[in-house]
């Protein structure tokens, strides 16, 4: 969510934002933002003169009182009595026209960076950067699920009759290879200095709204019956979600945590042949990361998460690249993302397994969450990052560690994690 006061002074440039988006729809906003907020602002100061005015009857009244002027003190009553009942419909127009304008405020996308390239959807995102040599063998790389089957790993029509579609088990040395992925990424994050974090896996309707637009919720999170609790769908919600309403000092920044949870999704919507299986799920784990920083470190910290996902895949053996994602990819509260897509040697092509975003200060605006410095009061910038999500993640694992005869080779820094296991050796 921008600033209001920016929104006030720098309406065309709101507007040039919401065009670079591709959301031309919205641009009728701008105005009516700013008309609200003028009749909001008139009915404050009328308010707040009509505030002091009564104050300054009220001692009229003691000293006429006082005085023994009780005539004049009872009409100088019915005058802050008249008063009183203008005062209160300022205060509730005020506030029906403060709802109104955070409800707009909140749709209204925010200021993306100057480097993002302009695009409507994700076809156009940019690639930046290769690392490692994707490679396709000259055998067969079978599908994600297949790979499993020969190890007895998965069992999805178990998981259906139990749960539904979307759904799995992990069975065997296909579950222990999970486990020991979700391990060793939260050892690797440990050692890159972050604070490891064991979050709530429900959040509040406040944290949720703090976090990401209505169309990201309406998407993505499954409600609580009954209750005002959502399941997370990514645990950076719980753990930007810590610092709600909080006030921060200068040295307490940055705050760099890293958390491993279940993740759920509704995950709406039709997909195709190569989203089944574990690709695209209802419930899946993940060892996310996310920064609280002031606002001059925001992008050094960008850069820091995307390279921790990229810097974890390599030493697993698993080629990636780098994606400038494009204006009309950014979800609102984003001023600029990076995918990380890892290399599918079936496929020949790659495809997403973490998101880099930069939020700037929407999310810590909407939650409140402030830094009180040297230099004054100011809302930090929060930022978010996958370092690794698995199953999904399992895809590109056993496609890139795939030996001709079905055995899948356990990289070195595996391997401690997998009782010192090299390679894994199919039952089938």
Request: aromatic share 8%.
């Amino acid at each position: 969510m921008i600033d209001i006061k920016f929104l006030r002074e720098n309406p065309d440039v709101v507007k040039e934002n919401i065009k670079k988006k591709f959301q031309d729809s919205k641009l009728p906003l701008v105005d009516q933002v700013i008309e609200l907020d003028a009749k909001a602002r008139a009915a404050q100061q009328e308010a707040d003169s009509l505030r002091a005015e009564r104050k300054q009857l009220s001692k009229k009244i003691g000293a006429l009182m006082g005085q023994g002027k009780k005539d004049e003190a009872e009409e100088v009553k019915a005058q802050v009595n008249a008063q009183a009942e203008r005062l209160a419909r300022l205060e509730n127009d005020e506030t029906q026209l403060q709802a109104d304008i955070l409800k707009i405020m909140m749709t209204i996308p925010n200021i993306i960076d100057e480097s993002v390239p302009i695009g409507k959807d994700d076809s156009e995102n940019v690639e930046v950067r290769r690392y490692g040599e994707p490679v396709v063998p000259d055998y067969e790389i079978p599908y994600h699920t297949d790979i499993m089957k020969r190890f007895d790993g998965i069992d999805l029509d178990s998981a259906g009759k139990v749960a539904g579609n979307g759904f799995y088990y992990l069975m065997g040395d296909i579950a222990r290879l999970h486990s020991a992925v979700t391990a060793y990424a939260r050892d690797f994050m440990i050692d890159r200095g972050f604070t490891y974090c064991i979050p709530p896996y429900m959040i509040r309707s406040n944290v949720v709204t703090g976090v990401m637009s209505f169309a990201e919720m309406d998407s993505m999170m499954y409600k609580i019956e009954g209750e005002d609790l959502f399941l997370i769908g990514t645990s950076e919600h719980s753990m930007i979600g810590k610092f709600i309403d909080t006030i921060l000092k200068d040295e307490d920044l940055p705050q760099t945590l890293t958390s491993f949870s279940p993740c759920f999704r509704k995950e709406k919507g039709a997909h195709g042949i190569e989203e089944r299986g574990v690709y695209r799920i209802h419930q899946f784990e993940k060892q996310e990361m996310i920064v609280v920083c002031q606002p001059e470190d925001s992008k050094m910290w960008f850069d820091k998460l995307w390279q921790n996902t990229v810097d974890f895949f390599r030493t697993l053996d698993i080629p990636v690249r780098t994606l400038e994602c494009c204006s009309g990819d950014l979800a609102d509260l984003k001023v600029k993302s990076v995918d990380v897509e890892a290399w599918s040697p079936r496929q020949k092509k790659y495809f997403e397994v973490g998101s880099c975003s930069n939020l700037g200060d929407a999310q810590a605006r909407r939650l409140k969450i402030r830094v009180h410095g040297k230099n004054g009061k100011y809302f930090a910038h929060t930022l978010n990052n996958t370092c690794v999500a698995p199953p999904r993640m399992l895809i590109a694992f056993l496609e890139n560690n795939l030996n001709e005869d079905g055995s899948v080779n356990i990289p070195k820094a595996l391997q401690p994690y997998m009782g010192g296991k090299t390679v894994i050796t199919p039952k089938n």
